[in-house]
Every structure is written in structure tokens, then in C-alpha cells.
T-cell receptor
Framework: QKEVEQNSGPLSVPEGAIASLNCTYS??????FFWYRQYSGKSPELIMS????GDKEDGRFTAQLNKASQYVSLLIRDSQPSDSATYLC?????????FGTGTRLQVFP | DVKVTQSSRYLVKRTGEKVFLECVQD?????MFWYRQDPGLGLRLIYF???????EKGDIPEGYSVSREKKERFSLILESASTNQTSMYLC???????????FGNGTRLTVT
């Protein structure tokens, strides 16, 4: 059974700090990696895609991928209370995505 | 922007009823998916489809069926609703196997 693992949290950080969210996956053949943000009662919203080793930056978000270690992370700089949500890591498995159960992030003022 | 539309935001049905959840996407995507999401269990794949009239079982297909008569529309059917099918149902679509999923707003189904 292919798996995607995330720490469920909650991860609590003060406003303005860097939040670091981590994800490991079991399938070495995975090609594409995604981070979704999900507010309570809402559907997941795509925030980052990453396909090759290294860092990818988009505004306050940076995704990091290390295929050798089967590890993908999301950094949120200058965290805001509006970033408080559950963050889902997703990894491709041939014809579908496998999701982690998500990490709940709390940003306090 | 990709738009995935689910027909109902909230739905309340009785045990034993046949329930239809409808999903439409406007981006000509080949692949469409149905998930359910429950607290502590994450997103679980029910069925997916990579072409019209094609369907594949996901991880939890029991008690469900699907229909894809047109490329833009993917329906989830609960043949005889049961209380353990109370959940948030999410439809999604994507272009290729390496593309991200785009989700609809979800249908919160309650079976009483």
C-alpha cells in the first residue's frame, strides 16, 4: 500500500514566523507533488506544485523536494492568522493522487 | 480558471434512498474523481474515470457506483444510502496524470 505521511499537528506558530510542514512518501516512482490548503468546511485548494528536486518559490510559499529521501516540505514565510488551515500533501501514483491526512497549522497573533 | 461544480452543497437523505451526486467540469479534462473525506481518515478515493464510459474503482468503492456518459459530467450514485455514508463528498478533475487535481466545493451528505 503506497503511503503519504504527515504529522497531524497542530503546528502552532506566532504571526510573522516561518511555518515548516513536512511530508514523506513511500513510492520512489512518484513524479509529481502537490500541496493543498483546506479551510474548515471547505474543499482543498491547490497552493503549490513541484516536479523536480530542489526548491520552488511562489510568494510566501516555498516547496522543497528531495526524491532521494522521499521527502517534500512546504515553508510559509511571514505566517499570517489567515494561513491557519489544514495542509494536505499529495503525491502521484500512476493514474491517481495519494493524499496525506494533513497537518493542521495554527498561526496565533 | 478550472471550474468544477457540484450540484448540491448540502443534502439530507433517508436510509435506503438512492442518491445521485452530480459533478460538472468546464475544462475538457480527461480525468475525474470522487473522494469522500471524514475526520481523521483524510481523503479516500471512491471511483475515478479517465474517459467517457470508463470507470475505475478506488480504495472504497463498496456501496457506490458511478456514471460518465459525457466528458464533462461524472455522477456518483449511492444505490441504497446508509448512515455510514454520511460524509463530505468531493469531486475533482485534472488534465493529465501529472497534473494537480481541481476540486469542487463539496457536498455534505447526511443520511438519517
Amino acid at each position: 500500500q503506497k503511503e503519504v505521511e504527515q504529522n497531524s499537528g497542530p503546528l502552532s506558530v506566532p504571526e510573522g514566523a516561518i511555518a515548516s510542514l513536512n511530508c514523506t512518501y513511500s513510492d520512489r516512482g512518484s513524479q509529481s507533488f502537490f500541496w493543498y490548503r483546506q479551510y474548515s468546511g471547505k474543499s482543498p485548494e491547490l497552493i503549490m506544485s513541484i516536479y523536480s528536486n530542489g526548491d520552488k518559490e511562489d510568494g510566501r510559499f516555498t516547496a522543497q523536494l528531495n526524491k532521494a529521501s522521499q521527502y517534500v516540505s512546504l515553508l510559509i514565510r511571514d505566517s499570517q492568522p489567515s494561513d491557519s488551515a489544514t495542509y494536505l500533501c499529495a503525491v502521484t501514483d500512476t493514474d491517481k493522487l495519494i493524499f496525506g491526512t494533513g497537518t493542521r497549522l495554527q498561526v496565533f497573533p | 480558471d478550472v471550474k468544477v461544480t457540484q450540484s448540491s452543497r448540502y443534502l439530507v437523505k433517508r436510509t435506503g434512498e438512492k442518491v445521485f451526486l452530480e459533478c460538472v467540469q468546464d475544462m475538457d479534462h480527461e480525468n475525474m474523481f470522487w473522494y469522500r473525506q471524514d475526520p481523521g481518515l483524510g481523503l479516500r478515493l471512491i471511483y475515478f474515470s479517465y474517459d467517457v464510459k470508463m470507470k475505475e474503482k478506488g480504495d472504497i468503492p463498496e456501496g457506490y457506483s458511478v456514471s460518465r456518459e459525457k466528458k464533462e459530467r461524472f455522477s456518483l450514485i449511492l444505490e441504497s444510502a446508509s448512515t455510514n455514508q454520511t460524509s463530505m463528498y468531493l469531486c475533482a478533475s485534472r488534465d493529465t496524470n501529472n497534473s494537480p487535481l481541481h476540486f469542487g466545493n463539496g457536498t455534505r451528505l447526511t443520511v438519517t
